[in-house]
Nanobody, 131 residues
């Protein structure tokens, strides 16, 4: 079974930085993608960043230039460096992963459509940005 464990959330002042980590265990193939999504109460889960083992990457428009994803394929670990954080970034951040993903953009769109129904989610980590 695929298991995902997020870490690195916390509370930070606007303009500050946080680094999230997600470790995946149980991925049966060397080619895979991992992604970060976030959700606030009352809203749908939205894709923030995705990267696959071929280096294909996609970001949510509102985080471009501020967030950077990096994937350590040998460790099955996805990082999300979040800089210049804003109050709008406050959310629970979830990690996901899957294999056979050749391009991130359609993968993110498909996962967004499924939301919590999708089978591969971590438990999430809270990110709170205060002014």
């Amino acid at each position: 079974d695929l298991q995902l464990q997020e870490s690195g959330g916390g509370s930070v002042q606007a303009g500050g930085s946080l680094r999230l980590s997600c470790v995946a265990s149980g991925i049966p193939y060397k080619t895979f993608a991992m992604g970060w999504f976030r959700q606030i109460p009352g809203k749908e889960r939205e894709g923030v960043a995705c990267m696959n083992t071929d280096g294909d990457t996609t970001y949510l428009d509102s985080v471009k230039g501020r967030f950077t994803a990096s994937l350590d394929a040998a460790k099955n670990t996805l990082y999300l460096q979040m800089n210049s954080l804003k109050s709008d970034d406050t959310a629970v951040y979830y990690c996901t992963a899957d294999w056979g993903v050749t391009r991130c953009a359609p993968f993110v769109a498909a996962i967004q459509a499924l939301g919590p129904q999708y089978q591969h989610w971590g438990r999430g980590t809270q990110v709170s940005v205060f002014s």
